[in-house]
């Protein structure tokens, strides 16, 4: 018999005990909520009942912790993250767990790299890579001012308060922020925001953020992301630039009689045996370009949910 909500919240850690850390961090959450909604609720309803045989109750209706971990497993396999499988890969069970699929890409090297232009996740990962410049301005720029105000008014009665809205926003941000990487990258990140107790003051509850490592580290990750977005930007920006600078030599030249490079008061033109190299070179260019970008999308992902899921 479970006994209090901690204890059942530490079975369904166990149970799904392998499982993603965003997953078991949204179905501790969500069960904490309800049990804890529940429990009140019953206790303020009739305040003599005895809290072991309210939540024994509340248990039933809800589910073991077994039956909710078997739960989420389902709704998780049925659901996954967007760009996670490519449809060309074959898909084989591995023995003697046939529910766990092994992804094997049986293409040819050239078709597995130029296919990459086939590949929702590497856009998805474009995509980020590039507007990680503008939210890495906006999450620096939140973080300092946020703790120079409210670090700087804590010796008024106003600085708390202020403190305490600062960090709710970081968790804010950070779901938000982890809403964009699972949208983009690909990587299974918290889905619902963490659950904060209604049962408690609003001391036990300031302290509970300053105290958490979710709080500190999804700060750090807000900080680090400017130098991350600035780099990013400025390899791919550089990196596809040059690739689309290569492979239109023939257009600037032949159409609009613009040199290869200038060196006043000279323009040097590319040679005609020498165009085609050109344009395959910037074709291979911005192939590699794409493989890079997929390949960091996936390491930023991994980098996001070490910092910003709680489990």
Do not use: C
């Not at 305490?164 to 804010?172: D, I, T």
């Amino acid at each position: 018999m479970i006994n209090n909500i901690e204890e059942y919240l530490s079975r369904l850690r166990q149970e799904l005990s392998g499982s993603d850390r965003a997953t078991v961090q949204d179905a501790l959450s969500d069960a904490e909520e309800y049990l804890r909604t529940a429990l009140g609720s019953a206790v303020e309803t009739n305040p003599s009942v005895v809290p072991g045989e309210a939540l024994a109750d509340i248990i039933s209706r809800y589910g073991s912790p077994g039956e909710v971990a078997a739960a989420y497993k389902e709704i998780e396999s049925r659901t996954p993250p967007a760009f996670t499988r490519p449809a060309y890969k074959e898909i084989q069970p591995v023995t003697p767990t046939p529910a766990t699929p092994v992804i094997v890409d049986r293409r040819p090297f050239y078709a597995q790299f130029f296919g990459i232009f086939a590949e929702p996740k590497a856009w998805g990962a474009l995509l980020y890579l590039i507007f990680s410049l503008g939210t890495g301005i906006i999450y620096f720029t939140w973080v300092v001012t946020g703790l120079s105000v409210s670090g700087g008014l804590l010796v008024l009665i106003i600085g708390l308060p202020l403190a305490a809205l600062f960090l709710l926003s970081v968790r804010g941000i950070a779901l938000v922020e982890g809403r964009i990487v699972e949208a983009l990258l690909g990587v299974r990140m918290p889905r619902r925001p963490l659950f904060s107790r209604t049962d408690i003051g609003w001391w036990q509850k300031i302290k509970g953020m300053i105290f958490a490592r979710h709080t500190w580290t999804a700060m750090v990750y807000m900080v680090l992301q400017l130098p991350l977005g600035i780099l990013y930007f400025t390899v791919v920006i550089s990196l596809v630039s040059a690739s689309i600078w290569l492979i239109g030599r023939p257009v600037w030249e032949l159409a609009f009689d613009f040199p290869a490079f200038i060196v006043p008061p000279y323009g040097y033109y590319t040679a005609a045996w020498a165009m085609p190299l050109v344009v395959i070179g910037g074709i291979l260019l911005i192939t590699a370009t794409m493989h890079l970008v997929r390949i960091t999308g996936k390491g930023h992902g991994m980098f996001a949910k070490v910092m910003l899921v709680k489990e």
